[in-house]
């Protein structure tokens, strides 16, 4: 069986994880924001997998399972909060989470703020 | 065999432990029991320390143990070490005992006051305090209890601390008490270069072998110890404080400011007799600010209304007599004189704390008056007391220490002729002022409303209960037979107390008084106290009339404004006017260029520059938390993008 060179697995990764940095710094959307997060924690699980498999080895795979689990929580918990705060502000806008919450019985002066 | 008098100062120190921790969460009846117990047991302790102590005296009449060792800088190394010999077990009787019977009279006399549990935490921390400051076997040590003692006095003048006039008397008293504590602490730094320790015993040795007798060290080491004696003694020139302190409880009063924490100076000198005898200019001048002191306060005794304040200057006078004593080397007698001073003064501030509970609060004395037929009991207390204090048979206490002191002055020739003729007046002004008081008190038709009249003790003000009585009874048959321990020779007495206290001080050079110079000295002095009464009653007689329409106008707990008063009365009732000079000399000058100065070089720097800076440099970064999250993801990746090129690169 033809193997993939482990460095071009590596970059993939790096790639990935770059991505999904940078679509989390510029997207304003939190769904968007949380994907993008997903996307970097699979670039690191990438990396765990090339590297369990460049030294023969199951730790890598072990730590992907794990890191499926944690990003299960992780999403869980990250599309609670987002739609907590949609309930509040009406908005999936980052930014709106600016100065926000100063008081939680006039939530519509957060909107305005922005 | 006696390393286990550790836990003496330990067991009120635990007790304060205690107390501060779980403070308000106690039952009263609780916090009076731990309060009043740890001293107890520490009574306890101490009684068995002094009785192993009598039944098998250690070799030297004194045994040191060391607890661990404390600081170790170089050749400096103090330890927690105690010495128990005849001074300290005296001392450390004296400070429980008394200590015991007050913190048993607090609990009731404290029962309707706020802050407790704080009362009796700050108490036991008192006693703790003094017990280390007697028991110290080293000068550092000592120091520790000395500044603690000054810590709890300061917290208990301002224990009232929501009166902003309590607060100002506390901060006095530990303002001007500090000044002589700096001074001690220069006298203990200047031991530790020239002689290189601070063990009391190798002090004397060391000192005794390399400095001569009046040499320019000796006298300057002396100067300072004895500079932090008359602050915490209250003698000139830092006796200010004392007259204020009085704004504390009256238990305060008589534990702090009459029986145990004033004495410390003296224990101070008696302990380092040493320092003192190879510098006898300095020893003098004991001798003389304790002879000025004994007239200089018992004639502002003479005029003051305030009964507590009565008692303070008559505090500065007693100890007078004590420096008096240790200025013509009679230690073992000034430390009898301290004892039998703890007794009746103590009995006198908590008899005056019942008349003020039972008076609600009234502390002038104009405002009372016919109270012995209102409060018998306190009456006869009191009464003892007074004669005690003023050395009239039939009460031993203050008349064998008080004759002896004057027979030893009397004796020792030179200045002490001098210092007998000073002291002989102080008798005299002493029976005058402290009968005056008893007159006006005591004496005449009643002046206001006697609380808790009759034998049901009220909830505001009563007379003294049983747990109030019993420390005063006790205390009044000290007065009466504390004097037993050593009787002058006339009177077939054996100075049993003074040859116990010899073990540790020195005897000194005084020559035995011969028996007919004896009779005479206490025939004079005798006439003088008895002569006092009458002109007492005298006073009592022509001050009767005006200052009570006076004091009827005066709001209760409050001192009337005073009455019209010859200069001199004021004079004196000012205690000399040092309050006023002082504040013109020193505190006015002070708070003046602390005006003009307020904006100096330092606060340029200080606060302009590195302010001014601190300011600019958060101008420079206030911009980076905008509340973004994006951005700081964004700063977080840059931050990990560095770090990682950071290790990669380098």
Sequence with gaps: MASIPYELGLLLAGVLFAIGGVGVITRRNLLMILLCVEVMLNAAGLAFIVGGSRWGQADGQVMFIFLISMAAAEVAVGLALLLLHFGRSRTLDADALKASERSPSAPEAVGDER | MLSWTWCIPALPLAGFLVLAVLGGRLPRAATATIGAGSVFLSFAAAAAAGASFLASPPAGGSFTYVLWQWITAGSFSPSLSFTIDALSVVMMLVVTGVGFLIHLYSTRFMADEEGYSRFFAYMNLFVGSMLILVMASNLLLLYLGWEGVGLCSFLLIGFWYKDPENARSARKAFIVTRIGDVSLAIGLFLLVTTLGTLEVKEIAQKAAAQWQTG?????????????????????????????????????????????????????????????????????????????????????????????????????????????????????????????????????????????????????????????????????????????????????????????????????????????WALGLAGVFVTSVYIFRLVFIVFAGPPRAEVHGHGHAAGKNGQQAGPVMGIPLAILAALCLGGGLLALPHDLGGSPYILSFLNTALPAGSIPETPLRTEWILQVVSEAASLLGIPVAWLVYRRSRTAPAAAAAAATPGQVAPAARLPAVARFLQSGWGFDWLYDAVFVRPFVWIAKVNVRDVVDRIVADGVGGLLMLLSRAVRWTQNGRVRWYAAGLAAGAALIVAAVVLL
Excluded: C
């Design chain 2, 215 to 419: 040499s320019t060290l000796a006298v300057a080491v002396a100067a300072l110890l004895l500079g932090g004696a008359v602050g915490k003694s209250a003698q000139l020139p830092l006796q200010t404080w004392l007259p204020d302190a009085m704004a504390g409880p009256s238990p305060v009063s008589a534990l702090i400011h009459a029986a145990t924490m004033v004495t410390a100076g003296v224990y101070l000198i008696a302990r380092t007799n040493a320092l003192f005898i190879l510098a006898p200019p300095v020893q003098l001048a004991v001798g003389i600010i304790g002879a000025a002191g004994v007239l200089l306060a018992g004639m502002s005794a003479l005029t003051q209304r305030n009964i507590k304040r009565v008692l303070a200057y008559s505090t500065m006078s007693q100890l007078g007599y004590m420096f008096l004593a240790l200025g013509i080397g009679a230690w073992s007698g000034a430390i009898f004189h301290l004892v039998t001073h703890a007794f009746f003064k103590s009995l006198l501030f908590l008899g005056g704390g019942v008349l003020i509970l039972a008076m609600n609060h009234e502390h002038d004395i104009y405002a009372m008056g016919g109270l012995a037929k209102k409060s018998p009991f306190t009456f006869w207390m009191f009464l003892i007391a007074s004669l005690t204090l003023a050395a009239i048979p039939p009460t031993t206490a203050g008349f064998s220490s008080k004759d002896l002191i004057l027979a030893l002055a009397w004796q020792s020739g030179g200045a002490g002729r001098v210092f």
